[in-house]
Structure formats: C-alpha cells, structure tokens
C-alpha cells in the first residue's frame, strides 16, 4: 500500500521560505514521476512540480524561478524548497504520482497534506 505524509508547512511572510518533505512508503521515489500538488481555497488541486526517474523536473508557471523540486533516494524523500512565498501561494501541499495521460489524474491515494500559510 502507497501511502505519502507531508510535512514542513506552516505560516510564513511573504517573501519568506519553507522547506516541505514528503515521506514516502509502499513504492521507490527514485524509479518514479512524483509530483507535488496544492489546493488553494475554493480551488482544484493542481500539479506544480515534478521529477522524474532520471531527474528531470518541471514546474508550473506560477511558482518557476522560485520553488525547487528534489528528491533523496536514501531516504525516498521528496523534497519542495519554496523561496519568495507570496500570499497566493497559501494552499494545501501534498504529494502523488500523476498519470502519464494526465497530471490532473493520479496514482495513489492522497496523504493529510501540509497547509502553507503566506501572509502579506
């Protein structure tokens, strides 16, 4: 059974940053895509990082530049390095497998999440 427990999040300035973890258990990190996610109020949850087996990464527009995906093998770990929070970035994290055909459709079942609080 997968199952993901994040953690990390917490209040934090705008301008600030936070460092969020994702534990895994029940699949290897390190052989898969892996992605973080977030769900603002009132919002869909959307992708906004991802690494592949090989390392490659990709993020969503809105937080390139200033979110840093990565993962620690040794640990099966992921890892979301947030510098230069802004107040929209205040969301609901949590961590999954998305599908090939989509990101919006996922693997495995969701983990509690880390709420991200950005204040102006």
């Known amino acids: 059974q997968v199952q993901f427990v994040e953690s990390g999040g917490g209040l934090v300035q705008a301008g600030g940053s936070l460092r969020l973890s994702c534990a895994a258990s029940?699949?290897?990190?390190?052989?898969?895509?892996i992605g973080w996610y977030r769900q603002a109020p009132g919002k869909q949850r959307e992708l906004v990082a991802r690494?592949?087996?090989?390392?490659?990464?990709t993020y969503a527009e809105s937080v390139k530049g200033r979110f840093t995906i990565s993962r620690d093998n040794a640990k099966n770990t992921m890892y979301l390095q947030m510098n230069s929070l802004k107040p929209e970035d205040t969301a609901v994290y949590y961590c999954?497998?998305?599908?090939?055909?989509?990101?919006?459709?996922?693997?495995?079942?969701w983990g509690q999440g880390t709420l991200v609080t950005v204040s102006s």
């Open positions: 999954n497998r998305p599908a090939v055909v989509s990101p919006s459709i996922v693997l495995d079942a």
């Open positions: 029940g699949v290897t990190l390190s052989i898969n895509t």
């Open positions: 690494i592949n087996s090989g390392g490659r990464t």
